[in-house]
């Protein structure tokens, strides 16, 4: 994604958009988890993307869960291939003129708070260790911002002296990390935790998952077809499309984001169109190898932007490549997935709370007057109500299948709203500039002071070697796609 895709400093990561379609989708008659006595599901799921070989489930349960995953593969696979499309065929920049802040801005709001309840389930296990999680990195990350950590330093020039570096600062999150561990290993240690395992508080003790570690091979090479040949699911395909239509406005407004919190002018549509055929790509990946979600553009990652005012591509380079390293390593992943609850849960109120908070950012280009604040009022208000409503009176045409197709449309918080806020955005009257959108378009990047910053979206072997001949006009996700045709 930073060296072919949009070009900018930003990550693929597991998609929000696709938590509330997920459990929706375990409340269909086909989809409820197979009854297992004296086991908890989740673990179940775990130990089988861990060690299928050496689990203790009963055969049929085991086929059914192997079977359910085959059939979101096919249908993520699907989904990302749509998307793919989006990119490639240049669609999704011609759809940049009606998808503006105004409608990017209700959706990536009502996502943040429809995974409030998921955070609330981890802080659950212990809500005295999730907000000491919490508390330690909004001090160390806003509260001590601007303030530099003295850090001893040795060199041959200068031999011992001081060094001040915003230590704190960027590692603020991780130190929280290590202090909410710490003190979920005190608390275990001294039995402050309930140890049955059907508390709540159960999941707070650090060994309450360390099964996991010890099972989990040294090396884990995820591979296309793990769990067998992919399967579609109309169910799973509707639920995938919508989560992934979600996703798309999510990645264009974080990459206006982006671009702002890093000073360089708003990604042209060239570099728009590669970004979601990157991530549809990357999506197909994702379902091939067994995953329950696509990828999508990390949206606490501007947050992390914003904190540590890195923003280098190569530093993300390296990230990335370490972030494989520990996927590979079987053992490492296994040792995050023991994170216990609390800790979780306190992470969470600070990532989900990022996420929701730098959305707003996508707001800095529009007007806030009565038609605007009215758009992101009443699309947000229907965002809440519609699915409220799809549940007390779902909609009933006679067939099944568009049955369900309508009702997880109405029933999609994040859907309702977006769709609500694009179509009132497009209809009253508005111009460019009022709705926010003139700073999202190619204009804005010919008219801008930083315009010789604009090459910075062209990928650098590729414009070279391709950008000369004039087919490259044509192709929408080349440098100078669209002009002179």
């Known amino acids: 994604m930073v060296t072919i895709g949009v070009r900018l400093p930003i990550y693929q990561g597991p998609a929000l958009a696709f938590v509330t379609p997920l459990v929706a989708l375990k409340t269909l008659p086909d989809w409820k988890c197979p009854n297992l006595e004296g086991m908890n599901n989740a673990t179940v799921v775990g130990e089988f993307n861990q060690t299928s070989n050496s689990m203790s489930l009963p055969t049929d349960a085991r086929e059914e869960i192997r079977f359910k995953l085959q059939m979101m593969q096919g249908s993520l696979m699907v989904a990302g291939i749509l998307q793919?499309?989006?990119?490639?065929?240049?669609?999704?920049?011609?759809?940049?003129?009606?998808?503006?802040?105004?409608?990017?801005?209700?959706?990536?709001?009502l996502i943040g708070i429809s995974i409030y309840k998921t955070?609330?389930?981890?802080?659950?296990?212990?809500?005295?260790?999730?907000?000491?999680?919490?508390?330690?990195?909004?001090?160390?990350?806003?509260y001590l911002e601007g303030r530099k950590t003295p850090i001893p330093f040795w060199s041959k020039t200068r031999g011992f002296h001081i060094i001040y570096y915003p230590l704190h600062t960027v590692f603020s999150l991780l130190i929280a990390i290590v202090v909410g561990w710490s003190v979920s290993i005190l608390l275990t240690t001294l039995g402050s935790f309930s140890d049955d395992p059907n508390s709540a508080q159960y999941f707070a003790r650090t060994d309450s998952r360390l099964k996991v570690i010890e099972e989990a091979s040294w090396f884990y090479f995820p591979y296309p077809g793990q769990f067998g040949?992919?399967?579609?699911?109309?169910?799973?395909?509707?639920?995938?499309?919508?989560?992934?239509?979600?996703?798309?406005?999510?990645?264009?407004?974080?990459?206006?984001?982006?671009?702002?919190?890093?000073d360089v002018p708003p990604p042209p549509t060239h570099a728009v169109n590669r970004g979601i055929l990157m991530e549809g790509i990357m999506s197909i990946v994702a379902g091939s190898l067994g995953a329950g979600h696509a990828t999508t553009s990390y949206g606490p990652n501007i947050g992390a932007i914003g904190f540590t005012k890195v923003a280098s591509l190569r530093v993300f380079v390296a990230c990335g490549i370490i972030y494989i390293i520990f996927g590979v390593i079987g053992k490492i992943g296994a040792f995050f997935i023991s994170m216990p609850y609390s800790v979780?849960?306190?992470?969470?109120?600070?990532?989900?709370?990022?996420?929701?908070?730098?959305?707003?950012?996508?707001?800095?280009?529009?007007h806030l007057n009565g038609r605007n604040m009215s758009i992101l009022g009443i699309s947000i208000v229907f965002g809440l109500m519609m699915p409220l409503w799809s549940k007390m009176h779902s909609i009933s045409t006679g067939v099944v299948d568009l049955d369900r197709l309508i009702n997880a449309f109405v029933g999609n918080t994040m859907f309702t709203g977006g769709f609500i806020a694009c179509v009132l955005d497009n209809t009253v009257s508005?111009?460019?500039?009022?709705?926010?959108?003139?700073?999202?378009?190619?204009?804005?990047?010919?008219?801008?002071?930083?315009?010789q910053k604009a090459h910075l979206y062209d990928v650098p072997y590729l414009q070279e070697k391709l950008g000369r001949y004039k087919w490259a006009k044509y192709v929408p996700f080349m440098s100078g796609y669209g002009k002179s045709l």
């Open 430 to 451: 508005g111009s460019l500039e009022e709705r926010g959108l003139a700073a999202w378009l190619d204009e804005t990047v010919g008219k801008s002071s930083t315009r």
């Open 229 to 262: 040949p992919p399967r579609f699911s109309l169910d799973v395909f509707v639920t995938f499309l919508i989560a992934t239509l979600i996703s798309v406005i999510d990645s264009v407004g974080d990459y206006y984001a982006v671009a702002r919190i890093c």
């Open 84 to 109: 793919t499309l989006l990119g490639a065929t240049g669609l999704i920049g011609r759809l940049l003129r009606f998808i503006g802040p105004i409608t990017v801005v209700p959706v990536l709001f």
């Open 119 to 142: 955070a609330v389930k981890f802080c659950n296990a212990h809500f005295g260790v999730a907000f000491l999680t919490f508390a330690v990195a909004m001090v160390l990350s806003l």
């Open 344 to 366: 979780l849960g306190g992470v969470s109120m600070v990532s989900f709370g990022m996420f929701v908070g730098f959305n707003f950012a996508n707001l800095i280009p529009v």
